[in-house]
């Protein structure tokens, strides 16, 4: 590495991450930017749901108490923030941090970067018309199946609207959905004023965004190897990146932090959710997995360098949620001995009175916890000493009726089912409203003129 | 020739995986770098494929000689996947340590390293 690195700091790896992280990696040490990732395919069905009870609602709501803390340390130290906790409402979001900054005294001190046109769900029909058929990727139905269904449609934006909202001074930046990697690219390509068309350095920061996006997930949390002697998880050190302007860059955590950045933490977290290496695609650029060098420098310093990239697609993704039906899991435990044979003789009883009362499932599944739910026919025979099994069955349909139904029918077991049954106690199961997931491409051209880059001050 | 005895992945490779949509990923990683061109021998995803039998559909295998790493991808493994799901695994995260449960057979001067390294 040669030059001034810049020190980006993942703080969340996704909503409901540990609220501690982003305050530790403000004060824990120097920083440049503090990178929020909040947005996972299943939130923004989540943030779609809260809006439609509540149209103020939507975003990452932790994220504004959480700027409320930090605000005073940020804007005294200059750290900036990227930030996708906007989900499907990032105007409400931004608003709420420029609420947050008044309150605090900081009005005229702050200046908030508002990222949107991601949303199109305003313009879905004219662009179904204009022969944009949305596709899911993975089946190929045209979205046209299921249009009367559809709950929100974002496009993944790339870095280039976070850029600009940094080159006009904005501290804070809230988007809407971005991708996940874009948050770390964008103050790489401000900083160093990369050209965004040389791939190679679309790529490095691409594998930068990639390794820290899910928080501690690349320094010590949920690592297999050698699991037992990580330390300190009790305060975990969540990964920061050093990155040059030559590209390369060091994966790193504060000093005093628990866990362990090392070449077998970083390749973790690598692989996760990973396609094809050799075409990681996002809307900047494809970056190959197989040119990635990894060097264990000193204690958690990994460096990441030879990092190789192609050319940007003209699609860009694009994320729907669809109302898909309704969903119910109840649970019942059943305990030593014969504790399986117990469990399982209630599963055959439950689902005979399904079938006797009628009602129609799209899916019945069940599983007996301690025995196969995770790794089902694979775990081999059950424990026939087994100090308890959890009976966990499932039901889903496109009707609400037949899961009300079902949900009514776990108690019941606990009366006129097999013996020394218990953990009832949560009472009847919940029925769930099913919000899916629907992947697409769409041409970048329909898209890029829509987006919008506002500064607001505080 | 060396006597041949079957080892299971856990001694010889670590792992992660995620989900995209109802697609598991397992990225299988080898402990010792040395193992990786045995793992890549080996762990074929015809093979992965008749491990898992009908847990999942369709096996792709993709190679990452530069992380010692194989990537699989497990289609139609999570009863639909993400929200839609009724599995307690419905984003397919401990797929992973179920592709560690398979056997290769490895000459038995390895194995018997294997298991004395792996914490």
């Known amino acids: 590495m040669t030059g001034r690195a810049i020190r980006i700091a993942a703080g969340q790896g996704f909503w409901g991450d540990w609220l501690e992280a982003p305050i530790r990696q403000v004060r824990g040490g120097p920083i440049d930017y503090l990178m929020m990732d909040y947005l996972a395919e299943v939130t923004m069905s989540i943030m779609q749901k ?11 709501r932790d994220f504004i108490p959480l700027m409320e803390r930090l605000l005073p340390d940020l804007v005294e130290q200059g750290i900036r923030v ?86 006009r001074g904005a501290q804070v930046v809230v988007t809407g959905r971005v991708t996940d990697t874009g948050l770390t690219l964008a103050p790489m390509f401000h900083e160093f004023g ?155 009883i439950l689902r005979a009175r399904l079938k006797d009362l009628g009602l129609e499932f799209e899916q019945v599944l069940t599983e007996f916890v301690g025995a196969d739910a995770t790794h089902g026919p694979l775990a081999g025979p059950p424990n026939p000493d087994a100090p308890e099994i959890q009976l966990r069955i ?41 919000v899916a997931y629907w992947p697409a491409l769409i041409d970048r051209r329909v898209i890029e003129p829509h987006v919008r880059v506002e500064i607001l001050e505080a | 020739m060396p006597r041949m005895v079957p080892l299971q992945l856990r001694y010889l490779a670590h792992a992660r995986s995620g989900d995209k949509g109802n697609t598991a990923n397992v ?15 080996q762990v074929t995803a015809a093979r992965v494929k008749r491990h898992f039998r009908r847990m999942v559909g369709r096996v792709e295998r993709f190679e990452l000689p530069n ?21 307690t695994d419905a984003q397919g995260k401990v797929y992973s340590t179920a592709l560690l449960r398979m056997e ?8 018997r390293r294997a298991r004395k390294g792996t914490p």
């Open chain 1, 50 to 60: 809260q809006k439609s009870r509540d149209p103020a609602a939507g975003y990452a």
């Open chain 1, 82 to 167: 990227t930030s996708n906790a906007g989900g499907v409402n990032p105007r409400g979001c931004a608003e709420a941090v420029l609420g947050v900054a008044r309150k605090l005294g900081l009005g005229g001190r702050l200046r908030v970067g508002l990222v949107s046109g991601d949303d199109i769900l305003p313009r879905l029909d004219e662009l179904l018309a204009q022969g944009h058929d949305l596709r899911d990727m993975e089946t190929g139905r045209p979205l046209a199946d299921i249009r009367d269904q559809v709950l929100s449609a974002n496009a993944y934006l790339g870095m280039a609207p976070m850029v600009e909202a940094l080159q």
């Open chain 1, 194 to 348: 990369w050209d965004p068309n040389d791939w190679d350095k679309v790529a490095a920061g691409t594998v930068a965004g990639h390794i820290i996006e899910c928080g501690a997930q690349s320094s010590g949390g949920n690592l297999l190897k050698g699991w037992r002697t990580v330390r300190g998880m009790e305060n975990p050190g969540f990964p920061l990146v050093e990155a040059a302007a030559d590209g390369s860059f060091v994966v790193t955590k504060h000093p005093g932090t628990g866990g362990v950045v090392s070449v077998a933490s970083v390749t973790e977290q690598l692989v996760y959710e990973m396609g094809d290496p050799r075409s990681y695609i996002t809307p900047d650029g494809v970056a190959d997995f197989t040119t990635i060098r990894l060097r264990q420098l000193a204690k958690d310093r990994v460096l990441v360098s030879g990092v190789r990239g192609g050319p940007r697609t003209d699609k860009l993704k694009v994320s729907i949620a669809w109302f898909y039906g309704y969903k119910a899991v109840g649970t019942l435990v059943y305990s030593w001995p014969e504790a399986y044979d117990k469990a399982k003789a209630a599963d055959r």
């Open chain 1, 394 to 434: 499932g039901v889903r349909a496109r009707d609400k009726a037949p899961v009300e139904r079902f949900t009514r029918e776990i108690a019941p077991l606990v009366l006129t089912g097999p013996p020394s049954v218990t953990g009832f106690a949560g009472g009847r199961p919940q029925v769930e409203e099913v």
């Open chain 2, 27 to 41: 990225g299988l990683i080898a402990l010792d770098p040395g193992h990786y061109d045995l793992l890549r021998r």
């Open chain 2, 67 to 87: 992380l010692n790493a194989l990537n699989f991808l497990l289609h139609d493994a999570l009863d639909g996947g993400g929200t839609i799901s009724l599995k």
């Open chain 2, 104 to 111: 290769i057979p490895v000459p038995d001067t390895v194995a």
